[in-house]
Nanobody, 113 residues
Framework: QVQLVESGGGLVQPGGSLRLSCAAS????????MTWYRQAPGNQRELVAQ???????DYTDSVKGRFTISRDNAKNMLYLQMNNLKPEDTAVYYC???????WGQGTQVTVSS
């Protein structure tokens, strides 16, 4: 059973930065595209960013130029660097292995002054 554990969320002021991390329980990163999703209260879960096994990346339009997804296959780690955060980025952020049922438990990101 694969486990994904997110960390790094918290409360930050608008314009601030956070770095989310996702640790996998075993080596799955080398075989799968990895993704970050988020879900705000009352909203559907949305895809924020993805990174393929070849490290090709893609982002939803609202975070382009502010968020950076990266992966370290040797450490089984996925990251999301979030800069210039806005109140509308407030959500629970989830790590997910594309094409599988593997999801993390989520980490709360709150952007507020």
């Amino acid at each position: 059973q694969v486990q994904l554990v997110e960390s790094g969320g918290g409360l930050v002021q608008p314009g601030g930065s956070l770095r989310l991390s996702c640790a996998a329980s075993r080596s799955i990163f080398t075989r799968y595209t990895m993704t970050w999703y988020r879900q705000a209260p009352g909203n559907q879960r949305e895809l924020v960013a993805q990174i393929t096994t070849n490290r090709n990346t893609d982002y939803t339009d609202s975070v382009k130029g502010r968020f950076t997804i990266s992966r370290d296959n040797a450490k089984n780690m996925l990251y999301l660097q979030m800069n210039n955060l806005k109140p509308e980025d407030t959500a629970v952020y989830y790590c997910h292995t594309a094409g599988t049922n593997y999801w993390g438990q989520g980490t709360q990101v709150t952007v507020s002054s």
